[in-house]
């Protein structure tokens, strides 16, 4: 390591939200710190972000947490109760950055991720300029188009606007955002694409390994899963193998938030289980249409997880058994790695940001299946990378097309060949390094 003499720039990055579930914000604060940048990444510090961002000169400051709950269904107390979360952050965000917030370099950056922009963006502004500090925004979406069509959105727009405008640079997620960005309020913004970090592209498993940590996170994670259900056996050498008919392991990553609709998923995945059973029942078809069974693991942690965890529970599976987890940072990846196709529902409450969770996915080299909306094609490449859908029913034929005759599925096997190849070498810190890097190492 280099001596704090060797120190290039303190880069403050504010996460308004928690850090753990932040993992573009850890990707920049890992990668500044990469080149000789000391960061504070402040924040809320419910999840642990993965151990690689975790370093010497990586600090993570807690954000104190408004002391009242934002879940209330009435419009009028939900209104009162956002306004005093924001009066709150005016005076949390400076006293965190001027008490806590420190680096060896006189030089500063100030990073704000956007949303939740509102006020962050305001507060850091100003604290850029006292500091004689770069002001950055990183553009995830609009922090206005998550308030939908409502009179503050409006405002909240203009704001965002406003500010955006005097960042010293602004990056952002989509080319399609990119544009909007300049027509909307006459920010320019430079594209910085989502990509996986390299111990998530690097991290491809081989078949030998890929049993046994199925055997291992199957152990750990779907304890509940009787014998036909195993995705493993034991030889009686003791050698783990695949069982010949093994489920087809289906995973769906998600903030439980209303951009992603899983009601679409899960009416999918009914039509599907009744699809499997009417064949299964009709003896005139004879063996030669197999369907496996699917185990589909939907991760993440969000408010409507109870809603959809009681459909999941109202309705009475055959060939289909669907679990919710949360998996640790570190457990993630493996766990991708080792699925054999993933699904996607993000929307975009703005229509230009990207699922990011898509990315982690193809860094693991696994194809996906995701909702169509105007933005996604920059990501996802039909019939390449992955399939595109707009209705259950669509998504119920994909599923049909690709666990027909499972393991042996030529549509399937060819969209992992693809992903896995376009993979290679693709990961943040490249995409980093030639975009970000060069725009704030001199200003």
Not at 145 to 161: H, N, Q
Not at 206 to 213: A, C, H, T, Y
Not at 223 to 230: F, G, I, S, V
Not at 425 to 438: D, L, T
């Amino acid at each position: 390591m280099e001596s704090d003499e060797g120190i290039v720039m303190t880069a403050t990055l504010f996460v308004v939200g928690d850090i753990g579930r932040s993992p573009r914000m850890c990707y920049h604060a890992y990668s500044l710190a990469q080149q000789g940048c000391y960061v504070n990444l402040v924040g809320y510090t419910d999840t642990l972000p993965h151990r690689n961002v975790v370093g010497e000169y990586i600090r993570f400051i807690p954000l104190p947490k408004p002391p009242i709950s934002s879940s209330y269904v009435n419009p009028i107390v939900s209104f009162l109760v956002r306004l005093i979360k924001m009066i709150w952050l005016l005076f949390v965000l400076p006293y965190t950055f001027f008490l806590h917030c420190r680096g060896p370099s006189h030089r500063q950056m100030i990073m704000v991720q956007n949303p939740p922009g509102i006020p962050a963006m305001i507060v850091c502004y100003l604290m850029a300029k006292i500091q004689f500090a770069a002001f950055v925004v990183d553009w995830h979406n609009y922090s206005s188009s998550m308030l939908g069509r409502t009179w503050p959105a409006y405002f909240v727009g203009l704001i965002e606007g406003f500010f955006g405008r005097r960042a010293t640079l602004n990056f952002c997620v989509s080319n399609a955002m990119k544009n909007d960005l300049e027509r909307r309020w006459a920010v320019r913004a430079t594209t910085l694409y989502d990509r996986p970090p390299t111990w998530i592209s690097e991290g491809l498993v081989s078949p030998v390994e890929k049993v046994r940590i199925f055997h291992r996170l199957a152990t750990e994670h779907l304890r509940d899963l009787n014998d036909e259900w195993k995705f493993t056996h034991e030889e009686a050498d003791g050698t783990l193998k695949f069982r010949e008919k093994r489920p087809l392991l289906l995973v769906s990553s998600t903030s439980w938030t209303p951009d992603e609709d899983f009601s679409i998923l899960l009416d999918a995945l009914i039509r599907l289980d009744k699809r499997v059973a009417d064949i299964a029942d009709n003896q005139a078809l004879g063996p030669a249409i197999t369907y496996p069974n699917i185990v589909v693991v939907i991760t993440g942690k969000g408010p409507l997880k109870e809603f959809y965890e009681e459909r999941i529970r109202q309705f009475c599976w055959k060939n289909v058994r669907v679990f919710t987890a949360w998996l640790p940072a570190n457990d993630y990846p493996t766990f991708l790695a080792c699925a054999d196709v993933g699904v996607s529902l993000h929307t975009s409450t703005s229509g230009f940001d990207l699922p990011m969770k898509v990315v982690d996915m193809f860094g693991s080299g696994l194809p996906v299946l995701a909702k169509n909306f105007p933005a996604i094609s920059e990501l996802v490449e039909d019939g390449r990378n992955g399939l595109l859908f707009d209705t259950a029913e669509e998504l119920e034929g994909l599923l049909a097309d690709i666990s027909l005759g499972f393991p042996e599925n030529p549509k399937l096997s060819e969209l992992s060949k693809m992903v896995k190849e376009h993979s290679k070498n693709n990961h943040w810190v490249r995409n980093w390094n030639a975009v970000f890097w060069p725009r704030v190492e001199h200003f």
